[in-house]
């Protein structure tokens, strides 16, 4: 079996993100709520994860040993890596910055976008009753009945 880059649906992930995003989430829990409105958390584990090694798997049972490799070697170094991010990400709370935007998911609300007004059209042209709501489930029914 061909596993070529272009096959892949996210085959495999850096585990050293999860462990960020765990890491970011119990010193949150030491701020006040009102300055945890102003953090980005997207930018502090950026911050912090420019500064860790990448822990690569492609498999559960790699996922694990991973996990096991971090939590022994690089736990310190992890919560070490956040608490500068936090500081280096608060010295300038009005930063303006552009996400960068994941093409699936863009793709994805672009979907459902053209699946609403498709669906506001339907139900004006009298095609599906207003009471009924289109869905990928039921899109192909519904095409199909418009074409025979």
Known sequence: ????????????INVMEDLVDQEIKKQLEFYPKNLKNYINEIEVATYALNR???LYASSILGKEK?????NKQY?????????????AIQRDPLRKSNPILCEKMVQNEQAKT????SEIILK?????SPY???????????IRGLLT
């Not at 079996?1 to 495999?12: F, G, I, Q, V, W």
């Not at 736990?75 to 500081?87: D, G, N, P, T």
Request: glycine content about 2%; cysteine-free.
């Open 1 to 12: 079996m061909n596993h070529s880059l272009e096959d892949k649906a996210k085959t495999y």
């Open 52 to 54: 860790l090694p990448s």
């Open 66 to 70: 991973q996990k096991r490799i971090a």
């Open 75 to 87: 736990q310190s170094q992890i919560h070490l890596a956040v608490r500068q991010a936090f500081a």
């Open 114 to 117: 053209m699946l609403k007004k």
């Open 124 to 128: 004006k042209s009298g095609v599906i």
């Open 132 to 142: 009924q709501n289109l869905s990928w489930d039921n899109l192909y029914r519904v």
